[in-house]
């Protein structure tokens, strides 16, 4: 059905309807990617397929025969290379329309859950304040850490504060570095991060703080930081840190995490 015309261009309400939806998947490809190093990759991509239409547009045959030889090899090596990644997107969207969610049985279930494993967090964290230890503990997301939890040590524990607490202590051969968790599993432990080379971060905070926001930064991962010296609980995600928090922002933050909410994480006052 034409709604109007542009021109010599007809516009009708499949053409809208169209436009939507590749809109919707972009903005969705992008909010995923956002912060990732996936994110530049698919930039040039992008850029070099962009690329391509205009020198075939405006008839460059040669440069456009060269671009589309490239396109074709380029999408097999993306399709190797990226197999992680593009096995993530569609785990993602797995997660995100999951049956079990739609009955309330289950939601209430998964809230327990939640409430129970954040406990577990927030007692650990008194611990580790008591005895003037530090500690960085990582919660996954979507994206399987695989090549940083390579460096660490398999644990893949359940969840308790008794054994966070035990991995962190300076007498554990353990302390050093991050743990990775994953739905109340500790997967590893003694993991090494990237570290961030970020200004913004106070410059009076170590390499714990800066690998917690290092990991934010490329990767979809929630980063906990209890400073040894001064006994505060910190946390990065998605490449933004936040100092400092009281126990109550902490609490709230982690629930909106486990939740799925998209909810700005509240920053604690300093």
């Not at 190093?37 to 070099?48: E, G, N, T």
């Not at 998605?238 to 995490?257: H, V």
Request: net charge negative; aromatic share 12%.
């Amino acid at each position: 059905m034409e709604l109007f015309k542009i021109g010599f261009i007809t516009i009708r309400i499949i053409d809208i309807l169209d436009i939507l939806i590749v809109s919707f998947l972009l903005y969705r490809l992008f909010e995923f990617v956002r912060y990732t190093v996936s994110s530049k990759v698919i930039f040039f991509i992008l850029m070099v397929y962009c690329t391509w239409k205009l020198v075939d547009f405006m008839e460059f045959h040669l440069l456009s025969s060269i671009l589309s030889e490239f396109w074709g090899l380029g999408t097999m090596a993306f399709v190797i290379l990226f197999s992680p990644e593009i096995r993530k997107v569609l785990l993602h969207f797995a997660e995100r329309f999951n049956i079990q969610q739609m009955f309330s049985l289950f939601s209430s279930q998964e809230n327990v859950k939640e409430e129970l494993l954040i406990r577990e967090i927030m007692n650990f964290i008194v611990d580790i304040k008591k005895g003037k230890e530090g500690a960085l503990l990582i919660l996954r997301g979507i994206d399987p850490l695989t090549e940083i939890k390579s460096t660490g040590v398999t644990i893949d524990g359940q969840c308790s504060a008794q054994l966070l607490t035990a991995i962190f202590r300076k007498q554990s051969p353990l302390h050093d570095g991050a743990v990775i968790m994953k739905e109340g599993v500790i997967e590893t432990a003694h993991c090494i991060l990237p570290i961030s080379e970020s200004k913004e971060i106070s410059p009076d905070l170590g390499t714990r703080h800066r690998a917690a926001l290092g990991i934010s930064e490329v990767t979809d991962a929630f980063s906990i930081v209890v400073s040894e010296e001064r006994g505060e609980i910190s946390y990065a995600y998605k490449g933004k840190f936040y100092r400092n928090c009281a126990p109550d922002i902490f609490t709230e933050a982690l629930t909106n995490l486990f939740r799925n909410q998209e909810k700005t994480l509240l920053q604690s006052k300093d």
